[in-house]
């Protein structure tokens, strides 16, 4: 008995889904469509060293632009830019804060964060998020 191969319809790729990195990138190319991922932010802990790596050579391979990770268990913070194919990795400057390019406003005290300063990690965001910057994206983003 031969069965006929039939063509499933792509489940589309939602927040929160919890998929192997193999479904994932079937479903981001099989929807070109599809805004493509600019920023992705983990929390990781006792694996993050081995899958960023992986990890990384997977975002590059789609284009995300800006690639977060807090490993927790580590002590660490890292902040990739994607420039000229590959990621850079963003040191914060003399305030001791990163600010993101791709979401203008996204302002973060990393020392504050991996000392758990929360106080000082919030004030911080707000601070970019009352930035001219961040207004400015805001007047850009809801035209689209």
Request: glycine share 4%; net charge neutral.
């Amino acid at each position: 008995m031969t069965v006929a191969a039939t063509s499933l319809p792509t489940i589309p790729l939602e927040n929160g889904d919890r998929l192997s990195r193999f479904e994932f990138e079937r479903r981001y190319q099989a929807m070109p469509e599809l805004k493509k991922v600019e920023l992705v932010i983990e929390i990781a802990a006792s694996s993050a060293a081995i899958d960023l790596h992986d990890k990384k050579r997977a975002y590059r391979r789609n284009q995300v632009r800006e690639y977060l990770v807090w490993r927790t268990l580590e002590g660490r913070f890292d902040w990739f830019r994607l420039e000229a194919d590959d990621y850079v990795s963003q040191v914060p400057d003399s305030q001791g804060i990163i600010r993101s390019q791709i979401f203008p406003g996204l302002w973060l005290a990393v020392s504050a964060l991996l000392l758990g300063d929360m106080p000082t990690v919030l004030s911080v965001l707000h601070q970019g998020l009352d930035s001219p910057e961040h207004r400015a994206f805001r007047q850009e983003t809801k035209s689209l």
